[in-house]
């Protein structure tokens, strides 16, 4: 005879009932054991530490400090930076940081957090929620955007690690870079022939992406000069 959760029964009726009763309520226990009750003290530490975390992140991508920036995430760690996770997710130290300095490598950035919204997991992780501000001054154009990291953490050793990140834009404000400057008037193309419907036609990554990037609260300004440049 099988029990209820797969535990044969043996013996009499009322001890093979008992048995399977005392094998369930272990496994409630067992399972129970592993919820995470946080409590005041805990939060608040937990807290300051990924609060540092963050600060720590911002500084390193800032800096271009790639081996420490790494360590900021778990070594399986996910980053998503964009709406269609399909395209714009990287998984793990490696990836993540050959995508960004492949990406930042001529590029300027200054990024800024704002006091985080904390969700306390009950198996011991922690969800945060950042508004943040970012500036990315590239050869060909300029972008300022605001939005919010949506960040999930988790504890290796004893040290807190992001173990998924996911960039959410509400609004980009990009612009050409100086006349000047050739890769300004690379970019103007790559602008125009979205508009036109050409880059789909070349590369339908890129045109994906620009698309959500215009949906996701874009706006592009294909002429203007950025303040302070020589025209």
């Known amino acids: ?14 001890g093979a009932l008992q048995a399977n009763k005392d094998y369930i309520y272990c496994q409630l226990i067992r399972r129970s054991s592993i919820l995470k ?27 271009k400090q790639w081996e420490a920036y790494a360590e900021t995430f778990m ?9 269609n996770a399909e395209i714009s997710t ?17 590029a300027v950035t200054a990024h800024r957090i704002h006091p985080a919204e904390f969700h306390f997991l009950n198996n011991g992780e ?27 953490y988790c504890q290796m050793e004893g040290e807190w690690h992001i173990k998924y990140m996911h ?6 404000d990009m612009k050409a870079g100086p006349w000047y400057s ?13 508009r036109t419907g050409l880059l789909k036609l070349l590369s339908p990554k890129a045109s994906i992406t ?17 303040p302070g440049q020589k025209s």
């Open 167 to 172: 960039l959410r834009r509400l609004r980009v």
């Open 210 to 226: 620009m698309a959500e990037s215009e949906a996701s609260g874009i706006n592009i300004d294909l002429f203007d000069i950025e």
């Open 37 to 63: 009750i946080w409590t005041e003290k805990e939060k608040q530490k937990a807290r300051n530490e990924i609060t540092d975390v963050k600060a720590r992140y911002c500084r390193l991508l800032d800096c």
């Open 1 to 14: 005879m099988i029990g209820v959760v797969g535990v044969p029964l043996k013996g009499s009726t009322f």
């Open 126 to 152: 922690v969800r945060a929620i950042w508004p943040m501000d970012d500036r990315v001054e590239q050869p060909g154009y300029i972008v300022d955007g605001s939005g919010y990291y949506d960040d999930l």
């Open 182 to 194: 050739p890769m300004s008037w690379i970019m103007r193309l790559v602008f125009l022939m979205q």
């Open 75 to 83: 070594p399986d760690g996910v980053l998503q930076y964009g709406p």
């Open 90 to 106: 990287v998984n793990g130290r490696a990836e993540i940081i050959g995508l960004l300095s492949m990406m930042l490598r001529k």
